[in-house]
């Protein structure tokens, strides 16, 4: 699967820069990516993920700065690079009418697979997928989860060097997504250099040696796991759910001593206008399951009570308070303010 050794540096991204006009959906990105290894890119939807890798897999070009995948340049060697990729991505790259076999017959032939070789690809990317049962159905009548599954068996017929997956879990079922992290380890097992991206901060958790967080088109942190939760030390999250958000709570906690930062999470609302949700938008009477409150803090334990108390005196009915040791979620927040949930 590779002629590199293990642990040299596959993917080199050195001040990789993106603008569309005025705006700079990448701003200055430096990396590396190792051979052998999963690495992440975690930020919210809109920092600048897909196109940085939509960079990196020749899709677009860059403004300025350079990528190299195994030592050849994305400028002047894109079909080399591509060689080296599999794509998966976040839209479903199949045809519809199509079964799942023909589908992936299909793209082998677009690697450059044929006869016996092939037909070998094909059945150990069905096994893969978990689907070799479902194989001569049509892909339309397939669940999401089924969808985006032979979407990555799609990606790993050429067994390729790197592969790049972006977002490959939204809005699918937890036994479909439990199916492609496993799957993920798997090939990474095999060999396989991953690149996967996510906003979900439990599978980066879960699956990444390294993990680079982007924020408005910069990665702001890079490192391990642990690495990168060190950066907040001993802080610890306190969630508080409640039913309402009464009108100035925010910056009386905000006020409180040992508190760092609050963050306000609104189930189901979206950004307004391309502006986060304000506490102030949230009516009293319409919370429905409740808004959450995070306060990061480094002495839990005697912020709790001063939190409870703030949020009862203004009137704040608490359904839920919950303390959690720090997380790649407390990590972003600490380095933004910021939350890197939707």
């Not at 200055?28 to 930020?43: A, N, P, Q």
């Not at 592969?163 to 439990?178: A, C, K």
């Not at 995070?294 to 108390?309: F, K, N, P, Q, T």
Request: charge should be negative.
């Amino acid at each position: 699967m590779s002629d590199v050794r293990p642990g040299a540096d596959l993917v080199v991204v050195t001040d990789l820069v993106k603008r569309f006009g005025q705006n700079a959906a990448v701003d200055g990105v430096s990396l590396t990516i190792r051979e052998g290894e999963v690495f992440g890119l975690l930020g919210p939807n809109g920092a600048g993920k897909t196109t940085a890798i939509s960079m990196i897999s020749c899709l677009i070009a860059p403004t300025g700065g350079t990528v190299t995948v195994g030592g050849f340049s994305v400028a002047n060697d894109a079909s080399k690079v591509k060689k080296a990729l599999g794509i998966v991505p976040q839209e479903i790259a199949l045809y519809p009418t199509l079964t799942a076999l023909e589908n992936l017959r299909f793209w082998g032939r677009m690697y450059g697979l044929s006869g016996a070789l092939l037909e070998e690809r094909v059945a150990e990317a069905l096994e893969t997928a978990g689907l070799a049962d479902r194989a001569k159905e049509r892909v339309e009548t397939y669940s999401g989860g089924m969808k985006r599954r032979i979407n990555i068996a799609a990606g790993i017929m050429h067994h390729p060097r790197l592969l790049i997956m972006d977002e490959p879990t939204v809005g699918i079922d937890p036994q479909s997504r439990n199916h492609i992290l496993e799957t993920v380890k798997e090939l990474n097992k095999r060999g396989m250099t991953v690149l996967y991206t996510s906003h979900y901060m439990e599978e980066v958790e879960f699956l990444c040696d390294r993990v680079a967080i982007v924020d408005h088109g910069r990665v702001i942190a890079c490192g391990t796991v642990e690495q990168l939760k060190r950066l907040v030390g001993d802080e610890n999250v306190i969630s508080v759910r409640i039913a309402s958000i009464p009108d100035g709570v925010m910056e009386s906690l905000r006020e409180l001593t040992a508190v760092d930062s609050v963050t306000l999470h609104v189930p189901l609302l979206k950004e307004r206008d391309g502006e986060p949700v304000q506490d102030s938008d949230v009516s009293p009477a319409g919370a429905g399951e409740g808004v959450t409150i995070e306060v990061l803090s480094r002495d839990s334990g005697a912020v709790i009570a001063d939190v409870v108390g703030v949020l009862g005196r203004a009137g704040a009915h608490v359904l839920a308070v919950d303390v959690r040791e720090p997380n790649l979620e407390s990590v972003f927040l600490h380095l933004t303010g910021t939350s890197l949930r939707d």
